[in-house]
């Protein structure tokens, strides 16, 4: 069964600097992956995803992430954060493109310094 | 595009109450309907899903069922609350079931005491 694994609980960086949320993952094939962003309170927005072609994807607010197989990583990335950026970031795969199949990590809070 | 009206946005209930929880979503016919719980420090959890009015499959056994009385509404209930039915619950939506239009509510948080 494929599985999500989100390392860090909490991160904390300050304002400007850079960012890297981890993101492992167990499936044997090619597995559909999604970044999803949560403000307090709010449901989840899609930051962005991969399917194939192109191991670096490009997403909403400035984020990317990079496809790794040989790690079988999904880790994102920004390169300056904003304070707006403070959420929960959540990591998820599907083995197809299908929504009922989606599983998430357990998701990984950015508080962001000043 | 989509909208999803969730309501309410918080809610307080004793142990033994009946729940019901109401989605309806707008932009958007014959969705894939589904319910997620949200524990503290934990990923989303599917409960259900719907492919259409009175077609609701089950992921988990649990004390909570979930209806669909219309195309775009998509109800949670319980008879009796357990105080492990507390969470974060999340409405979503996508057409087809592509999981790359899956579209959020905002959202209840129960709390059963």
């Known amino acids: 069964a494929q599985s999500v694994t989100q390392p860090d609980i909490h991160i904390t960086v300050s304002e400007g600097a850079s960012l890297e949320l981890r993101c492992n993952y167990s499936y044997g094939a090619t597995p559909y992956l999604f970044w999803y962003v949560q403000s307090p309170g709010q449901g989840l927005q899609l930051l962005l995803k991969?399917?194939?072609?192109?191991?670096l994807v490009q997403g909403i607010k400035g984020f990317e992430a990079e496809f790794k197989r040989s790690q079988s990583s999904f880790n994102l990335r920004k390169p300056s954060v904003h304070w707006s950026d403070a959420a929960e970031y959540f990591c998820?795969?599907?083995?197809?493109?299908?929504?009922?199949?989606?599983?998430f990590g357990s998701g990984t809070q950015l508080t962001v310094l000043p | 595009s989509q909208t999803i009206h969730q309501w309410p946005a918080t809610l307080v209930q004793p142990v033994g109450s009946p729940l019901s929880l109401e989605c309806t979503v707008e932009g958007t016919s014959n969705p894939n309907l589904y319910w997620y719980r949200q524990a503290a420090g934990r990923g989303l959890q599917l409960l259900f899903y719907?492919?259409?009015?009175?077609?609701i499959s089950s992921e988990v056994p649990q004390n909570l069922s979930a209806s669909r009385p219309q195309d775009r509404q998509f109800i949670l209930s319980s008879k009796k609350l357990l105080l492990s039915d507390s969470g974060f619950y999340l409405c979503?939506?996508?057409?087809?079931?592509?999981?790359?239009?899956?579209?959020f509510g905002s959202g209840t948080q129960l709390s059963v005491l």
């Open positions: 979503a939506s996508t057409p087809q079931g592509r999981a790359e239009k899956l579209f």
């Open positions: 719907s492919i259409g009015i009175d077609q």
């Open positions: 998820a795969v599907a083995d197809s493109g299908s929504a009922r199949q989606l599983t």
């Open positions: 991969y399917f194939s072609g192109d191991t």
